[in-house]
């Protein structure tokens, strides 16, 4: 067993969060040249809790049984982090999300995570809309 094997699902949520944030971020900066506060509202739109848990549902009929159990894994697990803005259950999902991110990143499943990536943004072009 590795040791990526052993980290706990809200490790790999916490890296998975840092992965999307990063690939949304330079999607982001591949549309049209903005001011940085339209960076970031363009990005704002895929980086929340809501968008996640709209991504991981739409993912469930093309996910592995090993991609099925970590994202079991990560929403059955116990926070002590709530969500702000979104209820307990989209929080819990949009973890669940960062989690198969996470692990995909670190098991080094580039193409398999790009796809992921992609679909995130898929529906909505990373692009200013003025």
């Not at 990526?4 to 971020?25: E, K």
């Not at 980086?47 to 994202?71: F, G, H, M, R, Y």
């Amino acid at each position: 067993m590795s040791k990526i094997d052993q980290l706990s699902p809200l490790a790999l949520a916490f890296m998975g969060d840092a992965v999307h944030t990063a690939f949304v971020r330079e999607e982001v900066l591949k549309g049209n040249l903005n001011k940085i506060n339209n960076y970031h509202n363009l990005a704002k739109k895929f980086c929340n809790a809501k968008k996640q848990q709209e991504t991981l549902e739409k993912l469930q009929p093309i996910l592995s049984d090993d991609e099925k159990d970590i994202v079991r894994k990560a929403r059955n697990c116990k926070s002590k982090h709530s969500a702000k803005n979104f209820d307990e259950e989209t929080y819990k999902k949009s973890t669940a999300f960062e989690a198969l991110v996470g692990y995909l990143y670190l098991n080094n499943k580039k193409d398999r995570l790009k796809e992921i990536l992609m679909l995130s943004i898929q529906e909505n072009e990373v692009k200013d809309e003025n």
